[in-house]
């Protein structure tokens, strides 16, 4: 069964910091990995997809990195700033078509 | 902009009540999922459904259907609402295979008192 994990459950950097979000999974037969943000009460904002065939994606100050075979997806945001703060997911599409989340990192930039 | 519109943001039921959440896409997926996402334990999935009058359990089905009598439109009931039940519920939709992603719904919370 596929586990995913996401290291580290909460995160808080001054404003102006790049950082990085680490999603690490057990299975690396998927499909896909996509990366999503939500605010606190809010549904799901889907940041990032990567297809398996792909190693990143990029997007304004968001890139996302897959590495397989080493079972291990990074999230790196740039200059981060206040309305960066949110929980990050990761999520992974495996054979079921379905997928698995991660718990989340928490994360809180400073002003 | 693609949508997942879920009808209600907040919702307060008494106990035994037969709660409806409803769910609506736009994107003319042909995927649409249910899950409950609760503090410590993640995203949970509830149902599923392929296509039309079809349905799947996920991983909690128990006290919970689904209906799926269009394509746009994805119910959750709560047959008997349980306090236990009380949660955030998230509805998501996708094309087939999920190639393009998971597009999610804004959220309901429900309470059940």
């Known amino acids: 069964k596929q586990e995913v994990t996401q290291i580290p459950a909460a995160l808080s950097v001054p404003e102006g910091e790049n950082l990085v979000l680490n999603c690490s999974f057990t299975?690396?037969?998927?499909?896909?990995l996509q990366w999503f943000r939500q605010d606190p009460g809010k549904g799901l904002t889907s940041l990032l997809l990567i297809q398996s065939s792909q190693r990143e994606q990029t997007s304004g100050r968001l890139n996302a990195s897959l590495d397989k075979s080493s079972g291990r997806s990074t999230l790196y945001i740039a200059a981060s700033q206040p309305g960066d703060s949110a929980t990050y997911l990761c999520?992974?599409?495996?054979?079921?078509?379905?997928?698995?989340f991660g718990s989340g990192t928490q994360l809180t930039v400073l002003p | 902009d693609v949508k997942v519109t879920q009808s209600s943001r907040y919702l307060v039921k008494r106990t035994g009540e037969k709660v409806f959440l409803e769910c609506v896409q736009d994107m003319d997926h042909e995927n649409m999922f249910w899950y409950r996402q609760d503090p410590g334990l993640g995203l949970r999935l509830i149902y599923f459904?392929?296509?039309?009058?079809?349905?799947e359990k996920g991983d909690i089905p128990e006290g919970y259907s689904v209906s799926r009598e269009k394509k746009e439109r994805f119910s959750l009931i709560l047959e008997s609402a349980s306090t236990n039940q009380t949660s955030m519920y998230l509805c998501?939709?996708?094309?087939?295979?999920?190639?393009?992603?998971?597009?999610f719904g804004s959220g309901t919370r429900l309470t059940v008192v």
């Open positions: 999520a992974v599409q495996g054979s079921a078509r379905q997928l698995t």
């Open positions: 459904s392929y296509d039309v009058k079809m349905k």
């Open positions: 998501a939709s996708s094309l087939p295979g999920g190639y393009e992603g998971y597009t």
């Open positions: 299975d690396s037969a998927i499909y896909n």
